[in-house]
DNA sequence: TTCTTCTTTCAGCTTTTTTTCAGGAAGATT
DNA sequence: AATCTTCCTGAAAAAAAGCTGAAAGAAGAA
């Protein structure tokens, strides 16, 4: 595999990257986390290895903003410190494992076979596509006709149900039962709000509304 | 969704249910085996996420007193064991699915994802055909010769009551029970001026009129 | 903390559905 | 035929359902 290694300690660095060498792997080795971004854009590499601290960007920042820009690879962090925190963060910031420092060769190797398989197949993208719309479920994105647009929590969820049941009437109660859960005291006229709020994000209007309204029942898409 | 987490270890159950709150889902989250149960048996969730080892009792005794019980909501093993008897026994004690720690939370989620989406059940339509006609319920048309009418909810009641005593007189007296409900103080004329309205919008002009009426008693429709 | 973004509610408005009203037409009864 | 009852008809009033913009409330990030 190809990888590109983040460390800023230089004895480890090498340390690291030969032990990967030797396991037949491609290492290219950088110091800093903005330069680990810029390698990272430039060239393909299977895997980014990134330490959480690092002089410049640290790790957790170098990930988060290979992510914004719709970097897919996996990431594997290193890190010294052990707070639930920290992971939280480091996988918020688009992680996709972490290794604690000091860490076994072996697990390394382990976890780096992990997600390389990952790489080769799935991560299955589960896109749908209704008309001219693109749901993208692993992003929570619209795709319309080249433009992606974000969707919120509560607006992804919603759009979700409709489409599962694409051509079928969605009856509000259910809507609000799926979205909101069951017996949830959500007003009403929430539902109302966030079909409003969806077909202003997602409606272009020059066409028809992607989302129908059935008069004293509920919604439909499609069909 | 809601989930119900069974995790003794506090710092994995920890990160475990910020990572599914984070992803929109309802968590609660207990530490031993019969509280697993005990709640299970309380409250309604949508998936149980459930570890091998805690103590009290195991996931796997758990799970499988559970569905003893007819329990019947999926339940996702989460076990640090990767025997292949440990996934047996723990698909023969009820268990959905198993993870084996340690998981990538992107696997989880979509494992998670998968099983939920059992629960919902896709909605169906249900549809009666009566000559050329056909009634669907859920979205309360009428489909005559391949164009599809439309009708309001009060239509598509009164229509339906006529349908299913096809060939027979219906009583005014009937109708006004079973569409505006029993001791329901409609004036007597509402149901004239929605007969009149039915006939409007599904008898072809061309053709006689689908709803007879029967004088001094009420409607039939067919025969 | 403060700021921002997401979620929820509110109040007024528009559209559609439901109901009523007033008059007229058609059978039935005498 | 005259009368009575029953049903039909068009229009209008009343009620319900949904739409909308703004604002309050909550949750998360800086």
Redesign the interface.
């Known amino acids: 595999m190809k990888i590109l290694l983040a460390e800023d300690d230089v004895k480890l660095g090498r340390l690291i990257k030969h032990m990967l060498e030797t396991e037949q792997h491609h290492v290219e080795w950088v110091v800093r986390g903005d330069e680990a971004v810029e390698r990272a854009t430039d060239a393909v590499f299977d895997i980014i290895l990134m330490d959480w601290m690092m002089p410049g960007l640290s790790g957790l920042d170098a990930c988060r903003q290979l992510r914004e820009q719709g970097y897919q690879k996996p990431v594997l962090m290193l890190t010294a410190k052990d707070a639930?925190d920290d992971?939280?963060r480091g996988?918020?910031g688009g992680a996709?494992?972490y290794l604690i420092k000091p860490f076994e060769f072996s697990e390394l190797f382990a976890r780096l076979r992990?997600?390389g398989r990952?790489g080769e197949a799935p991560?299955?993208e589960?896109i749908v596509t209704v008309g001219i719309w693109q749901l993208n479920?692993t992003r929570r994105t619209v795709v319309r006709r080249n433009s992606e647009i974000q969707l919120s929590?509560r607006e992804y969820?919603l759009l979700d149900?409709l489409i599962?049941?694409r051509g079928?009437?969605?009856?509000r109660e259910?809507l609000l039962d799926?979205v909101w859960?069951?017996g949830s005291e959500v007003s009403d006229n929430n539902l109302d709000a966030y079909i409003r709020l969806l077909r202003k994000k997602i409606d272009d209007p020059e066409t028809e509304t992607l989302i129908q309204t059935?008069?004293?029942?509920g919604y439909r898409v499609g069909a």
Chains 1, 2 share one sequence.
Do not use: S, Y
């Not at 059935?214 to 029942?217: A, D, K």
């Open positions: 639930v992971k939280v996988l918020d996709d494992d992990a997600l990952r991560l299955q589960e479920r929590a969820q149900v599962q049941n079928l009437v969605v009856p259910v799926r859960g069951l059935v008069r004293g029942i």
